[in-house]
């Protein structure tokens, strides 16, 4: 059965940092790649970044390139998300997914979420 399960959110100010963490189970990880995900209250679920676990190859959304940063442990089968610079408009509940391709529109498994709060 395949597992995503993040960690890692809370509350944290303006220009704060956050690490969030993915641990997958069920699955060959090498053949998957991992997106980082976040929706919202109001909006829809957008993908901020993603990350193929055999080249290692990353993709940014605009609005957090230079301030997040993808990366996996592949013995861990864990990805990560580092948050820095963090804004109010990062507050959201953050989903990571597992599918073969960044290009994909509507990835496979998924995760359950974990909030990001970004408030003074």
């Known amino acids: 059965e395949v597992q995503l399960a993040e960690s890692g959110g809370g509350l944290v100010q303006p220009g704060g940092s956050l690490r969030l963490s993915c641990a997958a189970s069920g699955f060959t990880f090498d053949d998957y790649v991992i997106g980082w995900f976040r929706q919202a209250p109001g909006e829809e679920r957008e993908g901020i970044s993603c990350?193929?676990?055999?080249?290692?190859?990353?993709y940014y959304e605009y609005s957090v390139k230079g301030r997040f940063t993808i990366s996996s442990d592949n013995a861990k089968k864990t990805v990560y998300l580092q948050m820095n610079s963090l804004k109010p408009e990062d507050t959201a509940v953050y989903y990571c997914a597992a599918d073969t391709s960044c290009s994909t529109h509507y990835f496979a498994y998924w995760g359950q979420g974990t909030q990001v709060t970004v408030s003074s």
């Open positions: 990350i193929s676990i055999r080249d290692g190859s990353t």
